[in-house]
Protein backbone atom coordinates (compact mmCIF):
# COMPACT_ATOMS: atom_id res chain seq x y z
CA UNK A 1 0.00 0.00 0.00
CA UNK A 2 2.04 2.55 -1.05
CA UNK A 3 0.10 5.83 -0.23
CA UNK A 4 1.85 9.06 0.18
CA UNK A 5 -0.17 10.46 2.57
CA UNK A 6 0.33 7.85 5.46
CA UNK A 7 3.79 6.11 6.23
CA UNK A 8 4.51 2.61 6.47
CA UNK A 9 5.36 3.58 10.16
CA UNK A 10 1.93 5.15 10.76
CA UNK A 11 0.41 2.70 9.07
CA UNK A 12 1.21 -0.03 11.47
CA UNK A 13 0.87 1.92 13.92
CA UNK A 14 -2.68 2.23 13.22
CA UNK A 15 -2.71 -1.37 12.58
CA UNK A 16 -1.09 -1.79 15.98
CA UNK A 17 -3.92 0.06 17.64
CA UNK A 18 -6.77 -1.45 16.05
CA UNK A 19 -6.15 -4.69 14.22
CA UNK A 20 -4.11 -6.20 17.20
CA UNK A 21 -1.16 -6.54 15.55
CA UNK A 22 0.70 -4.39 13.13
CA UNK A 23 0.73 -7.44 10.59
CA UNK A 24 -2.80 -8.07 10.89
CA UNK A 25 -3.62 -5.88 8.32
CA UNK A 26 -6.83 -7.98 7.62
CA UNK A 27 -8.77 -7.24 10.62
CA UNK A 28 -11.62 -5.45 9.91
CA UNK A 29 -10.85 -2.90 12.50
CA UNK A 30 -7.87 -2.30 11.00
CA UNK A 31 -9.48 -1.45 7.92
CA UNK A 32 -12.41 0.53 9.37
CA UNK A 33 -9.60 2.68 10.57
CA UNK A 34 -7.29 3.01 7.63
CA UNK A 35 -10.73 3.67 5.30
CA UNK A 36 -11.07 6.27 8.02
CA UNK A 37 -7.92 7.98 7.94
CA UNK A 38 -7.89 7.83 3.69
CA UNK A 39 -11.38 9.23 3.84
CA UNK A 40 -10.40 12.45 5.90
CA UNK A 41 -7.21 12.47 3.75
CA UNK A 42 -9.47 12.98 0.12
CA UNK A 43 -12.09 14.91 2.32
CA UNK A 44 -9.05 17.34 3.24
CA UNK A 45 -8.26 17.34 -0.38
CA UNK A 46 -11.27 18.14 -2.35
CA UNK A 47 -12.17 21.09 0.12
CA UNK A 48 -9.25 23.02 -2.03
CA UNK A 49 -9.83 20.93 -5.11
CA UNK A 50 -14.41 21.00 -5.75
CA UNK A 51 -13.30 20.09 -9.19
CA UNK A 52 -11.67 17.04 -8.65
CA UNK A 53 -14.12 14.63 -9.65
CA UNK A 54 -12.37 11.48 -9.84
CA UNK A 55 -10.77 12.02 -6.57
CA UNK A 56 -14.82 12.35 -5.45
CA UNK A 57 -15.75 9.28 -6.56
CA UNK A 58 -12.73 7.69 -4.51
CA UNK A 59 -13.90 9.36 -1.51
CA UNK A 60 -17.49 7.72 -2.09
CA UNK A 61 -16.41 4.25 -2.77
CA UNK A 62 -14.15 4.54 0.58
CA UNK A 63 -17.28 5.79 2.43
CA UNK A 64 -19.36 2.79 0.71
CA UNK A 65 -16.80 0.07 1.55
CA UNK A 66 -16.14 1.37 5.35
CA UNK A 67 -20.27 1.25 5.12
CA UNK A 68 -19.86 -2.38 4.60
CA UNK A 69 -17.05 -3.29 6.77
CA UNK A 70 -19.23 -1.56 9.34
CA UNK A 71 -22.75 -3.27 9.25
CA UNK A 72 -20.01 -6.60 8.65
CA UNK A 73 -18.57 -5.94 12.12
CA UNK A 74 -22.45 -5.09 13.61
CA UNK A 75 -23.54 -8.01 12.54
CA UNK A 76 -20.66 -10.19 14.07
CA UNK A 77 -20.48 -8.38 17.77
CA UNK A 78 -22.07 -5.27 18.39
CA UNK A 79 -19.70 -4.56 21.11
CA UNK A 80 -16.71 -4.74 18.72
CA UNK A 81 -18.97 -2.38 16.80
CA UNK A 82 -19.50 0.02 19.36
CA UNK A 83 -16.05 -0.12 20.55
CA UNK A 84 -14.80 0.81 16.48
CA UNK A 85 -17.59 3.22 16.32
CA UNK A 86 -16.10 4.99 19.76
CA UNK A 87 -12.57 4.88 19.24
CA UNK A 88 -12.72 6.82 15.24
CA UNK A 89 -15.17 9.37 16.97
CA UNK A 90 -17.80 8.20 13.59
CA UNK A 91 -20.58 9.50 13.85
CA UNK A 92 -22.96 6.24 14.43
Do not use: C, P, W
Request: proline fraction near 0%; charged fraction near 30%; hydrophobic fraction near 30%.
Amino acid sequence: MGYTYISSEEQKKLFLEHGGSENNTGSAEGQIALFTRRIAHLSQHLQTNKKDHSTRRALLRLVGQRRKLLAYVKGKDINRYRDIIHKLDLRK
